[in-house]
């Protein structure tokens, strides 16, 4: 089995910063992929920011410039940076990863139990 925990959240006021942190761990062969996603009251969770193995990055618009995705292949551990915090950026962040789990080889997608991340104005 996988096992993705996260760390970081908390309550920062607008223009504040935060640093996430999510480490995988158990069978893991191979992480292709690795994102966080975050969901706020009464909305659709939606995809924040996203890394691949080689280092490919892509950003949500709203966070472009502002957020920046990272990753330890070594350690299993993806980062996500947020500076200059909104309001609007308050939600659960969930880390996701797209893993190839060892001995069975088999490719699934696992969640962490997300963190909460609270900007006040």
């Known amino acids: 089995q996988v096992q993705l925990v996260e760390s970081g959240g908390g309550l920062v006021q607008a223009g504040g910063s935060l640093r996430l942190s999510c480490a995988a761990s158990g069978s893991i062969f191979n992480i292709n992929f690795m994102g966080w996603y975050r969901q706020a009251p009464g909305k659709q969770r939606e995809l924040v920011a996203g890394?691949?193995?080689?280092?490919?990055?892509n950003y949500a618009d709203s966070v472009k410039g502002r957020f920046t995705i990272s990753r330890d292949t070594a350690k299993n551990t993806v980062y996500l940076q947020m500076n200059s915090l909104k309001p609007e950026d308050t939600a659960v962040y969930y880390c996701n990863a797209d893993v190839v789990v060892g001995g069975t080889w088999a490719r699934d997608d696992y969640w962490g139990q997300g963190t909460q991340v609270s900007v006040s104005s």
């Open positions: 890394i691949t193995t080689g280092g490919s990055t």
